[in-house]
C-alpha cells in the first residue's frame, strides 16, 4: 500500500498568511493526487486533483504542486473561510489512501 | 447540480448487518465510477470501496479492512449506489460518505454526499 504523510498535522496562521501543507507519498505517484478541505461536522468538498488542477468553482487563492513524491497545497492569502482540516488523497493505485490530515486553525 | 444523499445509517450490534444506500441526482449516474469513504469519530478518512461502470462490468475494489464483509453494488436505472456492510466491528463505527469520481480509469473524487452516521455497539 501507498503511504501518504502530511505535514504538518496542525498550524495555526493569522488571516492573511501564506499556508503551504506538505503531502509525500511512500513511492512514486506521478501526478495522482487530489487535495481535499473537510470543515467540523461537513463532507469533505474537493479542491485540487491531478495534484494541480482546480476542481470547478474553486477559488484561485488554493494552488497545487508536485509530482513523483512530494506534493504541495498552498493558499495564499487565508481567510475565515479557511481555517479546516485538508486532506490528500493518493489515487495510482488500490487501495486508495489518504494523509492524515493538516488541521489549520486561527492563530 | 450534482446531488449525493446517504441513507440507511444507523446502530447496529456488533456482529451484524446493515445497507447503506446512496442516491445520485444531477448527473449521468451511469458514466461514473463511485466511491465509499468512512470516517471514524475524531479520525481522518479512510477509503472503503469503488465500484466500476457497466463497460467495466461494474467491478469493485476493497480496503483491506472490509473486504470479505462489506459489498459494493450499484443500479444505474434507479441511480443509486450501495453498501453492504456484514459481520460488523466496533471499528466500524463511522460517518460513511457517497463519493463520485469524475470519471473512468485514475480518477479522484470530485463531489461528496452529506454523510449517514454507522454506530457498532452492543
Known amino acids: 500500500d501507498i503511504q501518504m504523510t502530511q505535514s504538518p498535522s496542525s498550524l495555526s496562521a493569522s488571516v492573511g498568511d501564506r499556508v503551504t501543507i506538505t503531502c509525500r507519498a511512500s513511492?512514486?505517484?506521478?501526478?495522482?493526487l487530489a487535495w481535499f478541505q473537510q470543515k467540523p461536522g461537513k463532507a469533505p468538498k474537493s479542491l485540487i486533483y491531478?495534484?494541480?488542477s482546480l476542481q470547478s468553482g474553486v477559488p484561485s487563492k488554493f494552488s497545487g504542486s508536485g509530482s513523483g513524491t512530494d506534493f504541495t497545497l498552498t493558499i495564499s492569502s487565508l481567510q475565515p473561510e479557511d481555517f479546516a482540516t485538508y486532506y490528500c488523497?493518493?489515487?495510482?493505485?488500490?487501495?486508495?489512501?489518504f494523509g492524515g490530515g493538516t488541521k489549520v486553525e486561527i492563530k | 447540480e450534482v446531488q449525493l444523499v446517504e441513507s440507511g445509517g444507523g446502530l447496529v450490534q456488533p456482529g451484524g448487518s446493515l445497507r447503506l444506500s446512496c442516491a445520485a441526482s444531477g448527473f449521468t449516474f451511469s458514466d461514473h465510477y463511485m466511491d465509499w469513504v468512512r470516517q471514524a469519530p475524531g479520525k481522518g478518512l479512510e477509503w472503503v470501496g469503488r465500484?466500476?461502470?457497466?463497460?467495466?462490468?461494474?467491478?469493485?475494489e476493497y480496503a483491506a479492512s472490509v473486504k470479505g464483509r462489506f459489498t459494493i453494488s450499484r443500479d444505474d436505472s434507479k441511480n443509486s449506489l450501495y453498501l453492504q456492510m456484514n459481520s460488523l466491528k466496533t471499528e466500524d463505527t463511522a460517518v460513511y460518505f457517497c463519493?463520485?469520481?469524475?470519471?473512468?480509469?485514475?480518477?479522484?473524487?470530485?463531489?461528496w454526499g452529506q454523510g449517514t452516521l454507522v454506530t457498532v455497539s452492543s
Open positions: 463519493a463520485r469520481d469524475r470519471g473512468g480509469s485514475f480518477s479522484e473524487i470530485d463531489y
Open positions: 488523497q493518493q489515487y495510482k493505485s488500490y487501495p486508495l489512501t
Open positions: 491531478a495534484a494541480s
Open positions: 465500484t466500476r461502470m457497466k463497460a467495466n462490468s461494474y467491478t469493485t
Open positions: 513511492q512514486g505517484i506521478s501526478n495522482y
